[in-house]
């Protein structure tokens, strides 16, 4: 019926001049249409007629039912709310210890203290600020000084890091990767022998490699007090673990020499990460078998604008490191 009453329009409109699109034709026209189709007319207005005027909208009609209550994405929540976290914790932004403000610290000692530090692609790690040393700015890698936690451990643990940055710890080989992949580093290394005497390393250029070759060692530019540069010979060796070789020697130096994580030749001219109540090849040493009972391995910014040496007495924390 509706195909048959469009069509009379179609004839309606093009036989009829110009003007004829007013009410009154359409009304008339209709009205011819009604008298044969009383049921469809009375369903039909001008609008679905023609399509040609639409009037002023009617009143707004009443409101439907409320739906359901929706359904919270509690793990899409999470996820942002870890986002906003992580973007006001990113103190350091994988700057190291550069500009780290002791009213930040989450503990403080004489020579600095423990920072929440972001560093991409390993996230949050709690690191050891050294702000004293030659103007400070120092990020704390490694440090050995009483033999409470076993450095004798397998490459998983070498790559993320072990221990407690308050005492003897590794920070982890892909935080230092991070740290140090511009290149502009500088690497102290303190020590200090059984016997008392007080010895430093310094290397004006220190970057650790990517994960994919091995974390290779790159370093140069010794000086210090020590009798024998006992890092150099390393430069450009793979890091070695006792359960992954990546020495020189036809053995593995980690677990049959070492008995630590090191960059190791054939094998090594120092052994910081030995074993630290032992002797000889296997022990805690520098070169020639200096044999050591602290040690603290430690970068920075090279060029880096230092800051003045500042008295920490002020600035202590209720938790404080041990001293």
């Given at each position: 019926?509706?195909?048959?009453?469009?069509?009379?329009?179609?004839?309606?409109?093009?036989?009829?001049?110009?003007?004829?699109?007013?009410?009154?034709?359409?009304?008339?026209?209709?009205?011819?249409?009604?008298?044969?189709?009383?049921?469809?007319?009375?369903?039909?207005?001008?609008?679905?007629?023609?399509?040609?005027?639409?009037?002023?909208?009617?009143?707004?009609?009443?409101?439907?039912?409320?739906?359901?209550?929706?359904?919270?994405?509690?793990?899409?929540?999470?996820?942002?709310?870890?986002?906003?976290?992580?973007?006001?914790?990113?103190?350091?932004?994988?700057?190291?210890?550069?500009?780290?403000?002791?009213?930040?610290?989450?503990?403080?000692?004489?020579?600095?203290?423990?920072?929440?530090?972001?560093?991409?692609?390993?996230?949050?790690?709690?690191?050891?600020?050294?702000?004293?040393?030659?103007?400070?700015?120092?990020?704390?890698?490694?440090?050995?000084?009483?033999?409470?936690?076993?450095?004798?451990?397998?490459?998983?643990?070498?790559?993320?890091?072990?221990?407690?940055?308050?005492?003897?710890?590794?920070?982890?080989?892909?935080?230092m990767h991070q740290?140090?992949?511009?290149?502009?580093?500088?690497?102290?290394?303190?020590?200090?022998?059984?016997?008392?005497?007080?010895?430093?390393?310094?290397?004006?250029?220190?970057?650790?490699?990517?994960?994919?070759?091995?974390?290779?060692?790159?370093?140069?530019?010794?000086?210090?007090?020590?009798?024998?540069?006992?890092?150099?010979?390393?430069?450009?060796?793979?890091?070695?673990?006792?359960?992954?070789?990546?020495?020189?020697?036809?053995?593995?130096?980690?677990?049959?020499?070492?008995?630590?994580?090191?960059?190791?030749?054939?094998?090594?001219?120092?052994?910081?990460?030995?074993?630290?109540?032992?002797?000889?090849?296997?022990g805690f040493w520098?070169?020639?078998?200096?044999?050591?009972?602290?040690?603290?391995?430690?970068?920075?910014?090279?060029?880096?604008?230092?800051?003045?040496?500042?008295?920490?007495?002020?600035?202590?924390?209720?938790?404080?490191?041990?001293?």
């Open positions: 019926m509706e195909i048959f009453v469009r069509f009379l329009l179609f004839l309606f409109v093009f036989n009829t001049s110009p003007t004829w699109a007013t009410n009154d034709r359409l009304l008339h026209f209709k009205g011819i249409v009604c008298n044969q189709c009383q049921q469809w007319c009375e369903n039909t207005d001008l609008v679905t007629l023609g399509s040609i005027r639409v009037g002023k909208a009617g009143p707004r009609g009443i409101r439907g039912q409320r739906g359901p209550q929706g359904i919270v994405n509690m793990t899409l929540v999470q996820q942002i709310m870890d986002r906003k976290i992580e973007q006001a914790l990113q103190l350091f932004n994988g700057r190291s210890c550069d500009g780290a403000k002791l009213e930040s610290a989450i503990a403080l000692n004489d020579s600095g203290g423990v920072f929440k530090s972001y560093i991409p692609a390993v996230g949050y790690k709690d690191v050891f600020c050294d702000v004293t040393d030659e103007g400070g700015n120092w990020t704390v890698f490694q440090r050995r000084m009483n033999g409470d936690v076993d450095f004798f451990r397998s490459w998983g643990d070498y790559v993320n890091g072990f221990g407690d940055v308050q005492g003897d710890h590794w920070l982890g080989l892909e935080a740290l140090t992949k511009t290149g502009n580093m500088e690497l102290k290394i303190k020590m200090i022998k059984r016997d008392g005497i007080y010895w430093f390393a310094k290397y004006s250029s220190f970057r650790i490699g990517p994960g994919s070759d091995n974390y290779r060692l790159h370093v140069s530019g010794y000086s210090g007090n020590t009798t024998y540069d006992g890092l150099t010979r390393h430069n450009n060796h793979q890091f070695s673990t006792k359960d992954a070789d990546h020495d020189d020697w036809t053995m593995n130096c980690a677990s049959s020499w070492g008995e630590g994580g090191w960059w190791y030749i054939d094998c090594a001219d120092s052994n910081l990460n030995g074993n630290f109540n032992k002797t000889v090849n296997k520098w070169k020639r078998y200096s044999l050591l009972r602290f040690s603290e391995m430690k970068i920075r910014k090279r060029n880096t604008r230092t800051n003045p040496i500042r008295k920490l007495t002020s600035y202590r924390s209720s938790v404080s490191l041990a001293e």
